[in-house]
């Protein structure tokens, strides 16, 4: 198993930035892959953004050139930077990682962007 603690939401201004982190318990070779995402209006969780332990990235279609997610090998952490942010990216964000074939997930983050 793995526990995933998140950090760095907050309220900005729309245009402004925030940068997100989730530090893993188990190193991040260990981990399939890890991504951030986002509560949809019917209670889902969609996917903003994720990296595979390769390193392969894939973003929601709704973040791309805006957001970008990296991982510091060193402390076992995924970022997901967020520039030119918008009211509409307003939500809770979720870390989650894939571990063999169980999904596991942060407490969450609250992002608040004003118009």
């Known amino acids: 198993q793995v526990q995933l603690v998140e950090s760095g939401g907050g309220w900005v201004q729309a245009g402004g930035s925030l940068r997100l982190s989730c530090a893993a318990s188990r190193p991040w070779f260990t981990i399939n892959a890890m991504g951030w995402y986002r509560q949809t209006a019917g209670n889902q969780r969609e996917l903003v953004a994720a990296i595979t332990t390769g390193g392969t990235t894939s973003y929601a279609d709704s973040v791309k050139g805006r957001f970008t997610i990296s991982r510091d090998n060193a402390k076992n952490t995924v970022y997901l930077q967020m520039n030119s942010l918008k009211p509409e990216d307003t939500d809770v964000y979720y870390c989650?990682?894939?571990?063999?074939?169980?999904?596991?997930w942060g407490q969450g983050t609250r992002v608040t962007v004003s118009s």
């Open positions: 989650g990682a894939v571990v063999g074939v169980r999904n596991y």
